[in-house]
């Protein structure tokens, strides 16, 4: 039970590393680290271990969009319009520049960014080496302690 505690202490200590290197990976492909979708990015400790939250878009900002199939809801078109500050132009409803901007989409798709196998990769490396260095000895110190324990055990400094 105690390798448990000291498996949860370590996985949170991590996170805030893990969100780091995953809006890092990100930002190197093009999402904005300032953007809803980088702010969203969190990573948790469950109960089966560590898990990502992210705005639900998070795959489709990784992977793209495949024209002609469903369209990009409105609302979230006028939401990142009004959240980036886009001026429509003249004659223009933000509105209609939505609409424009879901046919275009449904039309042409979304070059995929292609991020989430490398964040995966490297938080996996991260998470197995920073739990491999932080409990190898806590282990080693507990089997030197079972030993010290036995009938006729000696410890040589």
Do not use: C, W
């Given at each position: 039970?105690?390798?448990e505690?000291q498996l949860?202490?370590?996985?949170?200590n991590?996170?805030?590393?893990?969100?780091r290197i995953?809006i890092?990976?990100?930002?190197?492909?093009?999402?904005?680290?300032?953007s809803?979708?980088?702010?969203?990015v969190q990573f948790?400790?469950?109960?089966?271990g560590?898990?990502?939250?992210?705005?639900?878009y998070?795959?489709?900002d990784?992977?793209?969009?495949r024209?002609?199939?469903?369209?990009?809801p409105?609302?979230?078109?006028?939401?990142?319009?009004?959240?980036?500050?886009?001026?429509?132009?003249?004659?223009?409803?933000?509105t209609q520049m939505?609409?424009?901007?879901q046919?275009?989409i449904?039309?042409?798709?979304?070059?995929?960014?292609?991020?989430?196998?490398?964040?995966?990769?490297?938080?996996?490396?991260?998470?197995?080496e920073?739990?491999?260095n932080?409990?190898?000895e806590?282990?080693?110190?507990?089997?030197?302690?079972?030993?010290?324990q036995?009938?006729n055990a000696?410890?040589?400094?």
């Amino acid at each position: 039970m105690i390798l448990e505690e000291q498996l949860r202490d370590i996985l949170n200590n991590l996170l805030p590393e893990l969100n780091r290197i995953t809006i890092a990976y990100m930002a190197k492909a093009g999402t904005p680290s300032n953007s809803d979708v980088s702010k969203s990015v969190q990573f948790i400790n469950t109960q089966t271990g560590i898990a990502l939250e992210a705005n639900y878009y998070f795959k489709y900002d990784s992977a793209g969009r495949r024209r002609g199939v469903r369209k990009v809801p409105i609302t979230a078109l006028i939401d990142f319009i009004k959240s980036r500050g886009i001026a429509p132009r003249n004659g223009q409803t933000i509105t209609q520049m939505a609409f424009a901007m879901q046919t275009a989409i449904y039309r042409n798709g979304i070059s995929p960014k292609n991020y989430f196998d490398k964040i995966v990769n490297a938080t996996s490396d991260v998470t197995e080496e920073m739990v491999a260095n932080d409990l190898i000895e806590d282990i080693a110190n507990d089997v030197v302690a079972i030993m010290l324990q036995a009938p006729n055990a000696k410890q040589i400094n």
